[in-house]
C-alpha cells in the first residue's frame, strides 16, 4: 500500500513562503502522478498542482499559477510545493494525493495523505 505524509505548513504572513512536502512511501511512485490539493470547511476539495513522476509534466490551477512551483526529488520519493506571495485566501489544508494520471478531480486519486495546515494571516 502506497502511504503519503504531508509537512511544511504552519503560521506564515501575507506574501511570505512555505514549502510543503509530500513523502511517499510502502511502493514506489513510478507509474503515478502526485497532486495538491487544499480544502476549507464547507467547500469543495480544491485541485492545485499535478506532476507526472515518469516525465516531470506538471500543472497548475489559475489560482495559482506563479506563486507555487510543484517539483519531484525521485531519489527521496518526495514531491514540493514551493508556495511564494501567500494571501490570506491561501488558508486551507494542503493534502497530496496519487493516481495514474494528473486530473483536476480529487475522485479520481487512490491514495491521500492527512493533510498540513497552511495558515496565511496578519
Known amino acids: 500500500q502506497l502511504q503519503l505524509v504531508e509537512s511544511g505548513g504552519g503560521l506564515v504572513l501575507p506574501g511570505g513562503s512555505l514549502r510543503l512536502s509530500c513523502v511517499a512511501s510502502?511502493?514506489?511512485?513510478?507509474?503515478?502522478?502526485i497532486g495538491w490539493f487544499r480544502q476549507v470547511p464547507g467547500k469543495k476539495r480544491e485541485g492545485i498542482s499535478c506532476?507526472?513522476?515518469?516525465?516531470?509534466?506538471?500543472q497548475y490551477a489559475d489560482s495559482v499559477k506563479g506563486r507555487f512551483t510543484i517539483s519531484r526529488d525521485d531519489a527521496k520519493n518526495t514531491v514540493y510545493l514551493q508556495m511564494n506571495s501567500l494571501k490570506p485566501e491561501d488558508t486551507a489544508v494542503y493534502y497530496c494525493?496519487?493516481?495514474?494520471?494528473?486530473?483536476?478531480?480529487?475522485?479520481?486519486?487512490?491514495?491521500w495523505g492527512q493533510g498540513t495546515q497552511v495558515t496565511v494571516s496578519s
Open positions: 510502502g511502493l514506489t511512485v513510478d507509474g503515478y502522478s
Open positions: 494525493a496519487a493516481d495514474p494520471i494528473c486530473v483536476a478531480s480529487p475522485y479520481e486519486y487512490d491514495y
Open positions: 506532476i507526472s513522476i515518469s516525465d516531470g509534466k506538471t
